[in-house]
C-alpha cells in the first residue's frame, strides 16, 4: 500500500489498533506533532539532543543551514508537542540506550528517524526491529538515492529478514511494514 504522506502511517497504526509508538530521531518534532494529530495512542520521542557528529551532513544534508543548538531544537520539539500532554513522553538519550527501555514485542509501531548512513540505521533496525510488536509497524524516512546509507540498510534488512516494505509518496519517502 502507497501512502501520500507519512503521518498517514498514524491511520494505518489506529487501524490496526495499535497505541503506542517510538520516533527515534526527533529533532524538532515535525513528524511527531504531524503523526499525533491522527494517531490515538502515545508516542515516546527518543533524541539525545545534543550535538551533532563531524560530518553529519552525509545523513542530514537537508540540515546544512538548519545547524542550530541542539538544546534550542529540544526546547522546540517540546513546545510542538505540548498538545498532546501526557501521551508523549521525551527520552533525552542514544537510541540504543533508550531501546533498553521498551520489552520486546511491547511497541505497535517505530518510526526510525536518526542518523541516516549505512551503520546507524543498520543498527538502529536490529535494536528496534524486536520490540514491535507482531502486528506492528516497522518505518523510517528518508528512502532516497541521495541517501544511499538507508537505502542499502533497509534494503538489505528487508531482504535478510523477508520483509517486503511500502512507500510514501513524500518528497523524501518513508519506508514501513507490518511485522508478522
Not at 545547524?67 to 498538545?83: G, Q, S, T
Not at 538519550?93 to 533508550?98: F, G, I, L, R, V
Request: proline share 4%; net charge negative; with cysteine.
Amino acid at each position: 500500500m502507497i501512502l501520500q504522506h507519512r503521518e498517514a502511517l498514524a491511520d494505518i497504526a489506529n487501524a490496526l489498533g495499535l497505541t503506542t509508538a517510538v520516533e527515534v530521531g526527533t529533532h524538532q518534532a515535525v513528524f511527531a506533532c504531524g503523526f499525533m494529530t491522527r494517531f490515538r495512542g502515545s508516542i515516546s520521542l527518543i533524541d539525545p539532543w545534543e550535538g551533532f557528529d563531524e560530518g553529519f551532513e552525509t545523513y542530514y544534508p537537508h540540515f546544512r543551514e538548519d545547524v542550530r543548538d541542539r538544546n534550542e531544537d529540544y526546547e522546540i520539539a517540546k513546545a510542538v508537542m505540548l498538545p498532546f500532554g501526557e501521551r508523549v513522553s521525551f527520552h533525552r538519550m542514544k537510541s540504543d540506550e533508550a531501546c533498553s527501555l521498551f520489552p520486546d514485542e511491547s511497541v505497535g509501531i517505530v518510526y526510525i528517524d536518526a542518523k541516516h548512513d549505512y551503520d546507524n540505521v543498520s543498527k538502529d533496525l536490529s535494536l528496534w526491529f524486536p520490540k514491535v510488536s507482531s502486528g506492528g509497524i516497522i518505518s523510517g524516512h528518508d528512502f532516497s538515492y541521495s541517501l544511499p546509507g538507508v537505502v542499502h540498510a533497509v534494503t538489505e534488512f528487508s531482504q535478510t529478514n523477508n520483509i517486503e516494505f511500502s512507500f510514501t509518496k513524500d518528497e523524501m519517502p518513508s519506508w514501513w511494514a507490518v511485522k508478522r
